[in-house]
């Protein structure tokens, strides 16, 4: 009925000769027709019992992971069914799965098909939020501890340009690692807006500051505003600024009242403190099921004799920061059960010394109140790896860096520490090896590299001490006068011995710190290699034993520098 373009046009390849290609060429590239009479849908399905899923459709890799798409059984969304259809499917033996996927998001419709980042359950922004189901409380919806909403302020695209990685409830999530960024060449008058569920009594705001993407343009200046009336400015001095008040306020504003040096604008906030309130962004699988069982003491009973799945999948995005780094999820739960974990798992370059040595079996235990270092592999464990090929790097050294090592005790009469010097590195001058604060040793290099050179020298440090568990090593550099460089120790040997290399597969031992649930550690094995975990790679990991998990609303929560990829919960009739 209708045609658009030139007859040929972006239809087929111009290399492309072939008789198709001549038949091509000579239709429009857009041709529209009428369906005259058209029958109503018709659906073949096996007659088993189909997989209900809470969810959306990005549920799907979950469901292939866990071979569920293999099944000659239909697949269907529970916010399409009514109750009783969904009491009669679980009567019927239908398992279900609850997903945290159909997130409620504004879409931004464009070429690339960006959206904003994960909504609470009734916020809106300066699009309209689309919705898949009818149903209410069909999308797995952010929440944020004390915070009704978590917002911009003074925003004119408050989806901030599809770039979810940079929204304001990073200035929340108690990671120093992600950061709300304004998203104008002028920040001034920008900020983040949180609103209380109810009023709150603040008696002090902190916040942490971050320069833009290159480092030059950094906050001076904040402007703190709250619905009691409240107003001040906060200077900020070294990426710090606080404020005290006395005040119970229903929303806090905090914007950008200045900058300093030249930049892009992408000035943020890293951090935020509101007194104390319990503040965390949460994202929470849909409550449809829950809202429903609630009016429905069949479906209820229904639901709590089915079997049951959840699965969770980190948004990871696209950008120059992650989306989620930390995992924090809510679900519920409709029956008592015990269920299997399992899952993939990455360790990021914040993890805890101890979590690294106790998941790869090493002796000893290494870290080091040094700013972080970009790669794993150069995090202070590189110094007790058994690989001088890799070592513990601070860059940029303005000062003295400590190495913290812990160990089962025993009596250590030397450390030897095997540092690279100039070329890029600087030279260290001293070393002193202390145990609980007290010095029991000095120890300094024997001579100097070569001008221009790179080289390792051993610097050799006598200790006298008992049995001891820890030791505390300083190293003390010479700085050059145009600038820091930085520290690198290859290997730290004590008493001589060296540190045995890594295994290649990951020891099966059970491991706490990578997954709390409701606040208690989960014991999760690794099943892997070595060289993986410590490229950043995620590795597969299942739960030590089974959990007990009651009916009722749960969370679940990530350790410390641990980048949980996915994970299901499988439940013990769940096939």
């Given amino acids: 009925i209708a045609t658009f373009g030139t007859p040929g ?16 060429r000579r239709l429009s590239p857009i041709e529209v027709y009428r369906v005259r009479a058209p029958g109503s849908i018709a659906r073949a399905e096996s007659a088993a019992a189909q997989l209900l899923v809470s969810g959306g459709g990005h549920a799907w890799p979950a469901l292939n992971r866990l071979g569920l798409l293999d099944s000659p059984s239909g697949v269907v969304f529970t916010a399409e069914q009514s109750a009783e259809e969904l009491t009669n499917a679980l009567e019927n033996g239908s398992p279900l799965i609850v997903t945290d996927t159909n997130r409620r998001r504004a879409d931004i419709i464009g070429v690339s098909g960006r959206s904003s980042y994960s909504l609470a359950a009734d916020a ?37 340009a599809g770039q979810p990685w940079f929204r304001p409830a990073a200035a929340i999530d108690g990671d120093r690692f992600t950061a709300w960024r304004a998203n104008a060449r002028d920040p001034v008058g920008e900020g983040i807006r949180v609103e209380f569920t109810e009023p709150t009594f603040l008696d002090r705001v902190d916040v942490d ?18 619905d009691s009336g409240f107003t001040t400015s906060m200077s900020v001095t070294d990426d710090r600024a606080s404020a005290e008040l006395a005040t119970t306020v229903q929303w806090v504003e905090i914007t950008i009242a200045s900058v300093a040096g030249p930049g892009s604008g992408r000035v943020g906030l890293a951090e935020l403190s509101l007194g104390g309130a319990p503040l965390e962004e949460r994202i929470n699988t849909p409550s449809d099921l829950a809202d429903a069982a609630a009016r429905n003491p069949e479906l209820a009973a229904a ?78 464990f590189a110094a007790v790896d058994g690989d001088d090929t890799t070592g513990w790097v601070v860059r940029d050294a303005e000062a003295s860096a400590r190495l913290d090592l812990s160990f089962t005790p025993r009596s250590v009469e030397t450390v030897v520490v095997q540092a690279r010097t100039g070329a890029g590195f600087a030279p260290i001058t ?64 004590l008493d001589g011995a060296r540190n045995e290399p890594l295994a290649g597969q990951l020891p099966p031992a059970c491991v706490d710190g990578v997954l709390m649930l409701d606040g208690a550690g989960v014991g999760v094995q690794f099943e892997g290699t070595s060289q993986d975990l410590l490229r950043g790679i995620a590795v597969d990991v299942r739960t030590c034993d089974p959990l007990s998990i009651p009916t009722g609303a749960h969370e679940l929560d990530s350790g410390e520098g641990v980048i949980i990829e996915d994970l299901e919960l499988l439940g013990e009739e769940f096939e």
């Fill in 9 to 24: 046009e972006n239809t087929t390849d111009e290399a492309d000769q072939s008789l198709n290609a001549e038949r091509e």
């Fill in 124 to 160: 809106q922004l300066d699009r309209e939020v689309y919705e898949m189901f009818d149903t209410p409380g069909a999308q797995s919806v952010a929440s944020y501890g004390a915070a009704r909403t978590v917002d911009q302020a003074g925003q004119t695209d408050p989806t901030g």
């Fill in 209 to 226: 500051t971050v320069g833009d993407l290159n480092g030059q343009q950094r906050i001076s200046e904040l402007r703190l505003v709250t």
């Fill in 303 to 380: 639901l709590g004799r089915a079997p049951t799945a959840v699965a969770f999948q980190r948004a990871a995005g696209a950008g120059p920061a992650p989306e989620e780094r930390l995992f924090r999820r809510g679900f519920t739960a409709f029956g008592d059960d015990t269920y299997e974990g399992t899952g993939s798992v990455a360790f990021d370059v914040d993890v805890p010394g101890s979590l690294l040595a106790q998941t790869l079996g090493r002796p000893i235990v290494a870290s080091s109140p040094a700013p972080t270092a970009p790669v794993l592999s150069q995090t202070p």
């Fill in 430 to 493: 001293e070393v002193l090896v202390s145990h609980s604060g007290e010095i029991i040793g000095r120890g300094t290099p024997e001579g100097p590299c070569p001008p221009g050179d790179q080289c390792r020298v051993d610097i050799l440090v006598d200790v006298s001490a008992a049995a001891n568990t820890e030791l505390e090593i300083e190293l003390r550099p010479e700085l050059e006068s145009d600038g820091p460089l930085s520290l690198r120790v290859d290997e730290v040997l």
